[in-house]
């Protein structure tokens, strides 16, 4: 059996690695219980569109009102914790963040369900307290603003987010995530600048219906685990029109997700967009129905990339890469089975099934220290039915083409001339395929 490593091992990386989201996360802690907000639980709404700014049918409540100053120094959680509540028991309700101001706000859940939709109008800035040392030790760490149980919210406005990470990277604690939807539905997030989260900028847990249009997120290409965009145990989310530079995945999509549609994203540097880490700790995961089209991803590490642990069991299935630009990506296309962010891992039998995979009209250049195409299935659970069409992929440096890569990978490019010529893709369908063992979710 063979053990692959990528050419560049990475930070740690908490994809539902270090946090555990996908089971362990079923409800808040104790210490968190005791920061949310008491609202009533009324019936659930449907599926709602971005609301205007100026609805003259909802009652606006600028945090202003309640008490907040906007100085960036005074501590004014309690304002939009009373703005909220108010809110939240309006018919239809606008919580204004005027511009001009800068909000100091403290580890919050917000939560509902309401009595209906909200609009959270950002126009102004919002930021934690300044680093590790100016967080009160009574709050938690793991996490900034939390919007938990809610059904019928849009989050929008040309304000800014941001979450002062710098004081953080360099910890060997787990730092927060800035902005997290939790067991929420029928969301819309658009307009709004996000910059240096200590962690991940925003993140979607347990989640239904999401709408994100029009992000511009930013984070200095170094700073560790800063993905853009993070999805888990979610379903039909759509994720447009965004910019992206951080220091970790662009979006990243987590198990138990499905239906998950990214469109005209501007991707890096950074990590690119990745399905994964999937299967940690031999864990089930499954990720279905997922696309990726009209988007650029330069200056990454990565590309467009599937990535699984060793131990873990599930599937992938029904993934699409269509019309993406590569711009000087050291991986541009790359599967890796063998993931792994330690040095203590170990060869295991059993693998996330990798299956039905479509790569279409990937086109660009790729930094020469990495093939162009890195594609490690697991020697007990070969990928299949992959499909690579349409792909031209030069080196960005010299005129040296390297090889792709391929490992029982199992597929169809015959139909196109590819660049370079992807030979080392296996025909059919194996043999020896471990049918029992797989589970398609």
């Not at 501590?75 to 309006?90: G, P």
Request: aromatic share 10%; charged share 15%.
């Amino acid at each position: 059996m063979i053990h692959f490593s990528l050419y560049k091992k990475e930070k740690t990386n908490n994809h539902g690695d270090g946090d555990n989201t996908s089971g362990g996360e079923g409800r808040p802690s104790k210490m968190l219980l005791s920061q949310i907000s008491a609202t009533p639980s009324p019936a659930p709404l449907p599926l709602i569109e971005p609301a205007a700014p100026s609805d003259q049918n909802s009652s606006v409540f600028s945090v202003l009102s309640y008490g907040a100053v906007g100085d960036g120094v005074t501590d004014d959680t309690k304002a939009f914790k009373m703005a909220w509540d108010a809110s939240c028991q309006a018919d239809s309700a606008t919580i204004l963040v005027p511009k001009h101001y800068t909000f100091m706000i403290q580890s919050t859940i917000f939560t509902g369900p309401c009595k209906n939709r909200i609009l959270f109008q950002i126009q102004g800035s919002l930021m934690p307290p300044d680093g590790p040392h100016s967080w009160p030790k009574v709050y938690n760490k793991r996490q900034w603003l939390v919007f938990y149980r809610i059904n019928g919210m849009s989050m929008q406005g040309g304000g800014l987010i941001d979450g002062r990470g710098q004081k953080w990277w360099d910890l060997p604690c787990k730092p927060h995530k800035a902005i997290r939807f939790f067991w929420s539905s029928n969301l819309a997030v658009q307009g709004l600048q996000i910059i240096n989260s200590p962690q991940f900028h925003f993140r979607f847990d347990n989640c239904h219906h999401v709408q994100i249009n029009s992000l511009y997120i930013k984070s200095p290409a170094g700073s560790p685990n800063t993905d853009g965009i993070h999805i888990e145990n979610s379903n039909n989310v759509q994720i447009r029109n965004s910019v992206i530079s951080n220091g970790d995945d662009c979006v990243s999509i987590g198990a138990g997700s499905y239906n998950i549609d990214i469109r005209n994203i501007t991707c890096g540097p950074g990590h690119g967009i990745s399905i994964g880490s999937l299967g940690i700790r031999n864990s089930r995961a499954c990720v279905s129905n997922i696309t990726v089209t009209d988007s650029i991803i330069k200056y990454s590490d990565n590309g467009v990339r599937i990535k699984t642990w060793q131990g873990g069991f599930g599937s992938v299935s029904k993934v699409t890469f269509n019309n993406i630009h590569m711009d000087t990506v050291r991986n541009p296309i790359i599967i890796d089975q063998y993931y792994c962010n330690t040095r203590a891992c170990l060869n295991q039998s059993s693998a996330v099934y990798i299956n039905d995979i479509s790569y279409k009209n990937i086109k660009g250049t790729y930094d020469v220290r990495s093939p162009p195409m890195h594609i490690a299935c697991s020697d007990a659970m070969p990928c299949t039915n992959l499909t690579i069409l349409d792909v031209e992929l030069f080196p960005a440096q010299g005129k040296r083409f390297l090889d792709p890569f391929c490992w029982n990978a199992y597929g169809d490019n015959n139909k196109t001339l590819t660049v370079p010529p992807v030979f080392c893709l296996l025909k059919g369908f194996p043999e020896s395929f471990p049918r029992n063992d797989v589970d398609k979710c």
